[in-house]
C-alpha cells in the first residue's frame, strides 16, 4: 500500500482508551469531519492512519510480548531483571502495570482511528460518473471494519469483556460501561462478516500491497469463530457446537470454495432484526450492486491464497507472498538519506542483543523440535549451530544471532537476515497466513466430527514441511540428520487434536499468538506449572541467574489481565475490574 505521511489531528482525537473521560479536551485545529470525508482520497488517508498504528514499534512489542514472550515458547533477558516487565512476566504485576496499560490504549486507540473511517463513509461524496467510487469506499469500509474487530479482538483475549465505543464519540455521554465477553465477540463477528461482503475480493500486489483483502477477512473471521467455540474463552452463554459449524461454513468456503449465500455469511435472518436488507446495503455502500440475501458469494476465493515453500516464507524476497493474509509494510530508507522512519525494529528483539524493549529466545521443547522436524532449523538455533553454512549467504558472510547467554542458550533464527539480503529494519509485519487458516480448518473439521478430512487438511502444512527433506531442496543437507518425518495417519478425535497442537506450536512458534492459544485451549495452567518446573535447568548459562517463570501464575485469574486501574479511576467505578485483581 502505498504510504500517505502526514499529520491530521482528525485522525488523532480520541484516541488513547475506552473511557470518555480521557476525551475531556476540546480538538485544536481540527477539520469538520462532514468537511474532512468530503473526499475520497482523505477517507484513504483516515485508513492509513489505522495501519500506522499497526506499524509502530508500540503495538508490535505489545503483540510480542503478551502473544509469545508469556507462552512457554520463550524466555527474555527481561524474565530476572526486576523490570516491570519481569513482574508482567512473572505474574508479579499490579493493575497499574504500564505495559498493560499500553496494550489497552492502543488498541482502544486502532478502534477510535477506525470509527472514525467507518463513521465517514456516509459523508463520502464522489462522482457518480465514476464507476468504480462505490466500490472503492467499499474496500475501505472492509478494511477499517476488519481491523477495527482485529483491535477488538485482541482486548477481548487480553482483558475478557470490555467497553464497546460508539462509533461517533460524543465527550459529554456518560461513563459506557463493560460489554460481556459474548457482546464484543457477537461485536466482532458482525464487523467481520459485514467485511467479507465488501473486501477486495483478490490479493493487493504491487504499489497496492499491504491493504487487507478477502482473505484477511474469511481468515480473522475463522479464527474468531473458533475462539468462541474453544473450551478455554470464557463465555456467559457459550454455544460451542454451533460455533464450530459456523467455523466450517466460513471454512469450506475460504479454502474448499463452496460457495455460500450473503445472507448466510451475515446470519441476515437470524441476527438483523432491526436493520432491513435495504438498509444494510445502503449502510455497506452495496446499493450499486444489486445483490439479496439469497445471491451466492463465490467459491472462487478459495484461489486467492496458498501456500508457498517454507524456506522461502521467511525471507526478504517472500514479502506479499500468496500465504500472507495480512501483512503490514516496513521500509529502510536509511540508505536513501531520507529521514523517514518506516523502520521495523520489533525483529531485532529476536536476533541482537542490544537494548530493546524486551528480547525474546527459545524454550528447550521449541529447540527439540530440530531433532524431529525439518522446520527446526528455520525456527531455533544455539552457538554451536551457526558454524553451519546453513547460516551463511551466498557470499560467505555469517547472519547476526546473538542472545546466546540467555536460559538455555539458544536463539530464535526464524526471522534472521541474510547479509546479502538487507536489513532487519526491512522485513515486514506479518498479521496472518495462509498457512494457520489451514490449522484452522483441520481443527474445526476435528471438532466437527470429521477425522479424515481434518487429518488431510493438517497433512497439507506438513507436506510442505517434508519437502524440505527432499535432494532437490538445497537446505535439505542440513536436516540428514531427520531420517524419517511421515504424514499423519487418521485417528481417533484425541490423537488428531494432539496432532494438530503439535503442528500449530511448530508451524507458527515466535509469531505472536502462543499465549492466547493456550488460553482459548484451557491449557494456560498446565502449561505453566510445568514452565515452572523448568526454572532451574533454564538459569542464565553465564550468570547462573534463576528463573521464576511460570511460578507465579494464579489459575481462574491470570488467565485475562487487569483493566487498567486508570481506566477504573477516571470512571469513577463505572468500569469494574476483573476478579482476582
Given at each position: ?6 499529520f491530521?489531528s482528525a485522525?488523532?482525537v480520541?484516541s488513547f482508551?475506552?473511557c470518555?473521560s ?7 485545529g481540527?477539520?469538520?469531519?462532514d468537511?474532512f470525508?468530503?473526499?475520497l ?6 485508513l492509513n492512519?489505522?495501519?500506522?498504528l499497526?506499524?509502530?514499534t508500540?503495538?508490535q512489542?505489545?503483540e510480542?510480548?503478551f502473544?509469545e514472550?508469556?507462552?512457554?515458547n ?7 531483571d526486576?523490570s ?9 504485576f499490579?493493575?497499574?502495570n ?10 482502544y486507540?486502532?478502534?477510535?482511528l477506525?470509527n472514525q473511517?467507518?463513521s ?11 464507476t468504480n467510487?462505490a466500490?472503492?469506499?467499499r ?5 477499517a471494519k ?16 470490555v467497553t464497546i465505543q ?10 459506557t ?5 459474548d457482546?464484543v465477540?457477537?461485536?466482532?463477528e ?5 467485511a ?8 493487493y500486489?504491487?504499489?497496492d500491497?499491504g491493504?487487507?483483502g478477502?482473505g484477511?477477512g474469511?481468515?480473522l473471521?475463522?479464527k474468531?469463530l473458533a475462539y468462541q467455540?474453544s473450551?478455554g474463552t470464557?463465555?456467559q ?5 454451533a460455533k464450530w ?7 469450506e ?13 451475515l446470519?441476515?435472518?437470524?441476527r438483523?432484526t ?10 455497506l455502500?452495496?446499493t450499486d450492486q444489486?445483490v ?10 478459495a ?5 508457498i515453500?517454507?524456506?522461502d516464507l521467511?525471507?526478504?524476497?517472500s514479502?506479499?507472498s ?5 501483512e503490514i509494510n516496513?521500509?529502510?530508507?536509511s540508505?536513501?538519506g531520507s529521514d ?7 525483529y531485532e528483539c ?7 524493549a ?11 523440535f530440530?531433532k ?5 532449523i ?7 549451530d551457526i ?5 551463511r ?6 547472519v ?12 530464535y ?5 541474510y547479509?546479502?539480503?538487507g536489513?532487519?529494519?526491512?522485513r ?5 497466513r495462509?498457512a ?8 474445526i473439521l476435528?471438532?466437527?466430527?470429521d ?5 488431510a487438511?493438517l ?16 537446505d ?9 518425518f ?7 478425535y484425541?490423537?488428531?487434536r494432539?496432532n494438530?497442537?503439535n ?18 485451549s484451557?491449557?494456560l495452567a498446565?502449561?505453566m506449572k510445568?514452565?515452572?518446573g523448568?526454572?532451574?535447568?533454564a538459569a542464565d ?5 534463576p ?6 501464575f ?12 486508570r ?7 463505572v468500569i ?5 485483581y
Open positions: 500500500m502505498k504510504k500517505i505521511i502526514l491530521i485522525v488523532s480520541l482508551s475506552s470518555d480521557f476525551f475531556d479536551v476540546e480538538p485544536k481540527s477539520i469538520q469531519v468537511d470525508s468530503s473526499q482520497n482523505n477517507l484513504r488517508i483516515s492512519a489505522v495501519y500506522n499497526m506499524q509502530s508500540d503495538y512489542h505489545s510480542l510480548i502473544g514472550c508469556m507462552s512457554d520463550a524466555y527474555s533477558p527481561q524474565d530476572n526486576g516491570e516487565l519481569c513482574q508482567l512476566l512473572n505474574f508479579q499490579n493493575t497499574e504500564s505495559y498493560i496499560l499500553t496494550r489497552y490504549e492502543l488498541n486507540r486502532g478502534v477510535n477506525a473511517v467507518i465517514a463513509v456516509p459523508n463520502v461524496k464522489y462522482d457518480a460518473n465514476y467510487g466500490q472503492e469506499i474496500y475501505v469500509l472492509g478494511q476488519l481491523l477495527r474487530a482485529l483491535f477488538y479482538f485482541n482486548l477481548v483475549r487480553t482483558f475478557g469483556g460508539p462509533e461517533v464519540s460524543e465527550l459529554s455521554k456518560t461513563i460501561p463493560r460489554a460481556s465477553a457482546e465477540y457477537a461485536y466482532i458482525k464487523d467481520l462478516r459485514e467479507c461482503l465488501i473486501l477486495y475480493r483478490d490479493r500486489k504491487k504499489t500491497a491493504q487487507a478477502i484477511a474469511l481468515g473471521l475463522m474468531v467455540a473450551p470464557s463465555l452463554n457459550p454455544n460451542r457446537d459449524q459456523e467455523a466450517k461454513e466460513i471454512a468456503l475460504f479454502i474448499d470454495g463452496k460457495s455460500l449465500s450473503y445472507g448466510d455469511i446470519k441476515f435472518s437470524e438483523y432491526d436493520e432491513t436488507w435495504d438498509e444494510l446495503c445502503q449502510r455502500v452495496l444489486n439479496a440475501p439469497e445471491t451466492m458469494f463465490p467459491g472462487d476465493v484461489n486467492v491464497h496458498g501456500l515453500e517454507f524456506n521467511f525471507r526478504l524476497k514479502r506479499f500468496k500465504e500472507s493474509l495480512l516496513h521500509y529502510d530508507y540508505s536513501s523517514i522512519d518506516e523502520k521495523n525494529y520489533l529476536f536476533n541482537q542483543n542490544e537494548a530493546h524486551v528480547g525474546i529466545v527459545p524454550t528447550q521443547a521449541i529447540y527439540d530440530r524431529t522436524d525439518p522446520r527446526g528455520y525456527t531455533a538455533a544455539a552457538q554451536s558454524s553451519s553454512d546453513f547460516f549467504d551466498e557470499n560467505g558472510e555469517q547476526v544471532l546473538e542472545w546466546f547467554n540467555i536460559a538455555y542458550g539458544y536463539v533464527d526464524k526471522y534472521m537476515i547479509p546479502s539480503e536489513t532487519v529494519y526491512e515486514n509485519y506479518l498479521v496472518m495462509y494457520e487458516s489451514l490449522l484452522w480448518y483441520a481443527e476435528n471438532e466437527t466430527g477425522q479424515t478430512n481434518a487429518t487438511v497433512n497439507k502444512v506438513r507436506a510442505r514441511a517434508a519437502k524440505l527433506l527432499d535432494s532437490s531442496n538445497s535439505s543437507k542440513y536436516n540428514s540428520h531427520i531420517t524419517s511421515k504424514l499423519y495417519d487418521v485417528m481417533p484425541e490423537e488428531v494432539k494438530i497442537r503442528e500449530r506450536r511448530i508451524e507458527l512458534a515466535g509469531e505472536f499468538d502462543r499465549w492466547y492459544d493456550l488460553q482459548r484451557g491449557l498446565e502449561s510445568t514452565l515452572a523448568k526454572n532451574g535447568e548459562k553465564n550468570s547462573g541467574k528463573r521464576w517463570r511460570g511460578k507465579y494464579k489459575k481462574g485469574v491470570n488467565e485475562i489481565m487487569p483493566i487498567p486501574q481506566e477504573i479511576t477516571i470512571s469513577n467505578g469494574v475490574q476483573n476478579f482476582g
